[in-house]
Each structure stands twice: as C-alpha cells, then as structure tokens.
C-alpha cells in the first residue's frame, strides 16, 4: 500500500482567496479611492488626517532702470492643511463549529467562509455608501422629464438626460474638481428612464467584477451604476477621489496557530482560526480595520493682478447630486452662493460662490521685508 499524505491548506492561501472573492462582490465601494493603511487614520489624533495644501505668494515688479534706491522685497510662503474626519470602525464576523457540523452538516469550512466574507462586504458597501448619501453636496441639478421638456429638447436634437450630466460635468469643472473621471450611482427609477432614452452606451470588456457587471452604460463619458439603497429618483455623481475608504489589519496574535492576512488593491483583510480543545469547537474570524470620508477642498481666486489667494473654508466639491424635478429633491435647484444654509458653499460671500462665479478679487499687495543692504551677503570687514 502506497502512502499518500494529507496536504494542510496554508491560511495564506484561504485569505487571500476570501480577498479576491470580496473585492469582486464589491460595487459602491470600488468606485471610490481605497487605501490598506490602517495606521494611517487609526494613528491620527482625534481621529482625523490632513491633506496638505500649498500656499500662494504676491507677484512684485521692479520698475526697468529705476535709480536702485529701494531694495525688492521678500515674501514669507506658507502653507496650509486640510482635516478630514474619518468614521473608525473594525467589523468582524466570528463563526464556531462543532466537529459534527463541520464534518457532517456544512462540508466544511468553504461554504461558511464565503458567508463572511459576503457578510463583510455587505458592511464596507453601506458604510461607503453613508459617505456618498450625507456628503454635503454643494449643486444639485433637477432634470424637468414633462412632456414640454421633451418636446423642446427634441427639437434641437438634444436628450434631457444627456444635457443634465454635461450639465454636472461642467459644474465640477466651475467648482475646481481636479478629475475628469466620474462614477453615478443612480436609483432604479431614473435608471429606467436613462435606459428607455436608449443614449447609454454599454462598455465591453471591463471584466467580470460585480462593478462592471453592475453598470448599465456610459453617458457623456461617465459611467452609471443603478442601486437599490438611494432613493429612485435621485442620482449621485461624483470622482473616486471625492470618497475615501480606509481599510487595515492588525498583526496575527501569537496564540493563533492558524492565521494570515491579505492586502490587494485598496483592501486589506485578516483570518485567525483556532479549535476550542474544552469544547471540541472550531472558531474562525474575519476581521478588518475601517474608516470612510468625504474630501474637503480649500478653493484659490485669482485677484486682479493675476495673483492666487487661497481660501481658509472648506468645500465638498467632487461630486453632484441629480433628480427628477418635483421629486424628492423638489423643485429647486442649488446652486453655489444662491443663499442654501445647509452647506458652506451657499453663503453669496464664500470662498466656493466666488469662484463660482469667477469672481476677481480687488486686493493690496501685501508688506513684505526689504531685502537687506548688500543683499544676502555680509558686508566685508574694515581693515584696520
């Protein structure tokens, strides 16, 4: 009789495949900008990180074959940082077995593995989801679907739909949003109605990720994803930057005989099992570190010399939000500085209204340092 030996799966292996089957189940979360750096936001104080932002400096002139009798001045250059807050969380999902279960009832492991890691994906999706739904949107855009509507885009050969997302495209743009790549995430109601106008042009050869598998089309080069957890008649649109989503693991504790993590594309996952000897009980965890937030932004004016002032308030403006007029966005649309008290944006005085508007700032030179006499240099010493 010929030995054969049992081979022991490595956990390595069982976790890194958990990670691959839970970023392919993944939708709303992989439309955002992801991260596997738990240390990142877990280590911040008070819960926060900060994005740099540059600083600006006054341009000076000195006047061609002046007599020198003043030196050009210096400018002090600094720069600024904006906060974000990140939601923390660490979601795990924890199964026991006894022998019986496992052996006779379930098969083993597989089938219940793949529960959790499903169960887990479940959770990182609402949580990114919860950022994209309360973000403080700063322009809504209502799409007028009446009869007359139709009847006059029609006669210039224009869609309703395609106008209101170049529409969104092009208030991104006036709100300084630094990508030209968009994700919408769209209620089935107003799915529909992208899909009867027959406009969508449906990607191929995405892949076979439940995102791509997901989308329903592009229109005016963004790329739209129905869902069933925003209200039908709404829509979301915003770039994968304007959402972020943190994910981590912890170190496998040394007591765990049977663990391993995994990091891949943004995401990042843990796996510790062990066998309860008291019981005769099999346990296995999954578990991750999580954060999400929004991006705030810090907004640069040009005054009437051509010179950049960057504002000190703060603005979510990488995404938009869309519905059907008289829906339940109702019948007003917001606009940037149109007197909205729910966001920042909607003072006629801020920092967003004016670029916005492409407001010119009238400014003074600010007072800089002369440059000492002789320059940088010291002066040379007097011989005796």
């Known amino acids: 009789m010929t030995y054969s030996p049992s081979l022991r799966l490595k956990p390595q292996v ?39 932002v540059k600083g600006t400096v006054p341009v000076r002139t000195y006047a061609p074959r002046n007599d020198r009798a003043t030196p050009i001045v210096t400018d002090t250059y600094e720069e600024t940082s904006v906060s974000l807050t990140i939601s923390q969380d660490r979601p795990y999902s924890a199964i026991k077995l006894t022998d019986e279960q496992k052996d006779w009832d379930f098969n083993g492991w597989a089938p219940i593995i793949e529960t959790q890691t499903e169960a887990l994906g479940d959770y990182l999706e609402q949580g990114v989801l919860n950022s994209i739904l309360n973000a403080p949107y700063e322009r809504t855009i209502l799409i007028d679907n009446s009869d007359a509507a139709y009847t006059a885009a029609q006669k210039r050969q224009q869609d309703l739909f ?50 791509s598998n997901s989308s329903i089309g592009t229109l005016a080069g963004v790329n739209f994803v129905p869902s069933v957890h925003i209200p039908s008649d709404q829509a979301f649109m915003y770039a994968s930057s304007g959402f972020l989503c943190f994910t981590g693991v912890a170190s496998i504790p040394n007591s765990v005989p049977f663990g391993a ?55 979510f403006v990488r995404g938009v939000k869309l519905g059907i007029k008289g829906g339940s966005l109702g019948s007003t649309e917001k606009k940037p500085g149109n007197g909205a008290t729910d966001t920042p944006g909607g003072s006629a005085n801020s ?30 010493p007097v011989e005796p």
Not at 25 to 51: E, H, M, P
């Open 14 to 52: 069982l976790v890194d495949a958990a990670l691959t089957a839970l970023e392919e189940k993944l939708v709303i979360s992989n439309t955002v900008t992801k991260r596997a750096d738990a240390k990142t936001f877990y280590a911040a104080q008070g819960d926060t990180i900060s994005q740099r």
């Open 162 to 211: 395609y106008n209101a997302v170049v529409e969104a495209k092009s208030s991104l743009r006036k709100m300084r949003t630094p990508d030209t790549t968009f994700t919408c995430l769209v209620g089935l109601d107003l799915a529909d109605e992208l899909v009867k106008s027959n406009k969508l042009v449906k990607v191929q050869g995405t892949g076979d990720s439940a995102l």
């Open 261 to 315: 993590t995994a990091s891949a594309n943004g995401w990042a996952l843990r796996w510790l099992m062990d066998y309860d000897t008291s019981y005769l009980t099999d346990r296995s965890v999954f578990d991750t570190f999580m954060g999400t937030a929004y991006t705030k932004d810090r907004l640069k004016v040009i005054d009437q010399q051509g010179i950049g002032h960057v504002g000190t308030e703060e603005f």
């Open 351 to 380: 920092w967003l209204a004016k670029v916005w508007n492409q407001t010119t700032l009238t400014t003074t030179i600010p007072d800089g340092t002369p440059f000492p006499l002789g320059g940088n240099f010291p002066e040379a």
